[in-house]
C-alpha cells in the first residue's frame, strides 16, 4: 500500500534562511510522481513542484527544489531563501492508482517564517 | 484563465440537511477529482469524474455521498443527512488529462469548509 511520512508537524526559519521539509514514502510501484503543494491561511493548495520516479536529475523550480533520493524513498523539498510569504503548510504527495492519478497526501509540515 | 472554481467557500448545515458542494474546473479540463481535508489531516481521495462519467469512486463513502459531473454545468459532490463528522473541507482539482499520465498535476479550487451544526 502506499503511503508518504511527513515527520516534521512545524518547522521555524529565519528569513532569507533555506528550510528543508523532509518527505518520505513507501510504494511497490515503479512508475510514481511525488509532489509539493503549498497551502497558506487562505485555504488554497498550490502546486510547488513535480518530481518522476525516472527523473534522473532533482526537480527545481524557481527557489524550489526536491532533494530526490529514490534508494531511501525520500524526496524532501528545500525552500533557499525564505520569505515571510513562504509560511504556510506544506504537503507532499504521491500519485497512485495507475490510469486513475489519484494523489495521496502526508499529513503535512506547517512552516513559519521569521522576520 | 480563471482556475479551479469552488462555491460556496463557506456551508453551515444542521445535521440531517443536505450539503451540495459546486466545482467548476479550469477552461479545457475535463477530469474533476474530490478531496477531503479533515482536521489536522492531508487531503484524501474521494471520487474522479470525466463528464457523465465516475471513473473511481474507491475514496467515497458508500453510503449518503455521490457525485456528478454533467455534460453542461459544473461538478456537484452531495451529502445528504448531513452528520457533525461531515465537517470538513472538500477541495475539487482538475486536469486536462487523467488516464495514464502520471506526471499531470492537479489544479486545485479553494475548497469549501463544511460545518455542520
Known amino acids: 500500500a502506499q503511503k508518504i511520512t511527513q515527520t516534521q508537524p512545524g518547522m521555524f526559519v529565519q528569513e532569507k534562511e533555506a528550510v528543508t521539509l523532509d518527505c518520505t514514502y513507501d510504494?511497490?510501484?515503479?512508475?510514481?510522481?511525488l509532489f509539493w503543494y503549498k497551502q497558506p491561511s487562505s485555504g488554497e493548495m498550490i502546486f510547488l513542484i513535480y518530481q518522476g520516479s525516472y527523473d534522473e536529475q532533482n526537480a527545481t523550480e524557481g527557489r524550489y527544489s526536491l532533494n530526490f533520493q529514490k534508494a531511501r524513498k525520500s524526496a524532501n523539498l528545500v525552500i533557499s531563501a525564505s520569505q515571510l510569504g513562504d509560511s504556510a503548510m506544506y504537503f507532499c504527495?504521491?500519485?497512485?492508482?495507475?490510469?486513475?492519478?489519484?494523489?495521496?497526501f502526508g499529513t503535512g509540515t506547517l512552516l513559519a517564517v521569521q522576520p | 484563465n480563471a482556475g479551479v472554481m469552488q462555491n460556496p467557500r463557506h456551508l453551515v448545515r444542521r445535521r440531517g440537511q443536505e450539503a451540495r458542494l459546486r466545482c467548476s474546473p479550469m477552461?479545457?479540463?475535463?477530469?474533476v477529482y474530490w478531496y477531503r481535508q479533515l482536521p489536522e489531516e492531508g487531503l484524501k481521495f474521494m471520487v474522479y469524474l470525466q463528464k457523465e462519467n465516475i471513473i473511481d469512486e474507491s475514496g467515497m463513502p458508500k453510503e449518503r455521498f455521490s457525485a456528478e459531473f454533467p455534460k453542461e454545468g459544473p461538478s456537484i459532490l452531495r451529502i445528504q443527512q448531513v452528520v457533525r463528522g461531515d465537517s470538513a473541507a472538500y477541495f475539487c482539482?482538475?486536469?486536462?488529462?487523467?488516464?495514464?499520465?502520471?506526471?499531470?498535476?492537479?489544479?486545485f479550487g479553494s475548497g469549501t469548509q463544511l460545518s455542520v451544526l
Open positions: 482539482a482538475s486536469s486536462p488529462r487523467g488516464v495514464g499520465t502520471t506526471n499531470e498535476k492537479l489544479f
Open positions: 510504494t511497490s510501484d515503479q512508475s510514481y510522481g
Open positions: 504527495a504521491m500519485n497512485y492508482g495507475g490510469a486513475t492519478n489519484k494523489l495521496i
Open positions: 477552461k479545457g479540463h475535463s477530469h
